[in-house]
């Protein structure tokens, strides 16, 4: 899809959502920034209202949809039509916890699966309406295997499928649905990880490698490219190899 003229990312208030911003703002480009800490939304409105796009922005947690629903429903009444929506909103495993917690587990589903779910859905029908649109989610290389995790791969893999489920139900309205997979990106998220990240790109480089993704309507962008060779192998790995490269990253109880 091209000449985007308003977008919705959620989680623009770092890392990969602000680069997206970054790249996407432009005269005549209306976008709405969405995450919990408004201050730094605030100066990115600033920043960002320099290269003279119109920024709304919206102090939201993706996993209270009703709040979520108010914010949408605010946009949607500020521009004729929606091009594009991003969720991005997402956070990371605690590797280091021998114990699995209910709670951190259940806090990284309601971010990360039910905040894209809750994005989706608060501008589906809007975009049924007006019969275009593009709605993307980030999921991660993470969610095509089991990982010894508390849920991020599980949470990542439930991204994807519930996009690819989308768009058999509603593709034939004229919307687009893409999934986004990177492997690490240097990002804020990735900073407490003391291990080696092969392929690691800038944040500004992955939204260049999205947004052109994005413009050729690609249903599911794994990168950078090396990752899309490694996935498959990843995918049948037996567990023991899968233990024992990321033993350095675990603790079990004792
Ligand atoms: N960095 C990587 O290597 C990597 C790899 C694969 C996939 N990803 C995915 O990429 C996406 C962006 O992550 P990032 O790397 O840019 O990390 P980041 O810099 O930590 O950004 C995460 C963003 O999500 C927002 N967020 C977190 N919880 C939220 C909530 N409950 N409600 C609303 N917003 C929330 C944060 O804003 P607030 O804290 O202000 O709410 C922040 O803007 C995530 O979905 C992540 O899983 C990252």
Redesign the pocket.
Known sequence: MENIKSIFI??????????LAQLYAKEGVIIGL????FD??KSIKKELEIKKAKIYIYK?????LSLLKKCADDFIKKIKTIDLVIA?????SKFHKPHYSAEEIAEIF???TI?VTNTISVFLDFMIKQKKGQLAA?????GFRALPDSG?SAS?SAVHLFMSSLRLRYSFYGIKFSTI??????????KKHTFQ?PF?LK?DKAAKLIKKALTRNKKLYIFPWQWKFIVPIVKILPDFLIRIAMKDKLTFPK
């Open positions: 959620t989680g623009a208030s770092s890392g990969l959502g602000l680069a969405a995450a919990r800490r730094k939304l939201l947690d993706v996993g209270n991005n909103s997402g956070i990371g309601q971010t990360n905040g980030i999921g991660s290389v993470a991020y990542k997979a990177p492997g690490f990106i240097d990002t804020p998220f990735v990240m690691l944040p």
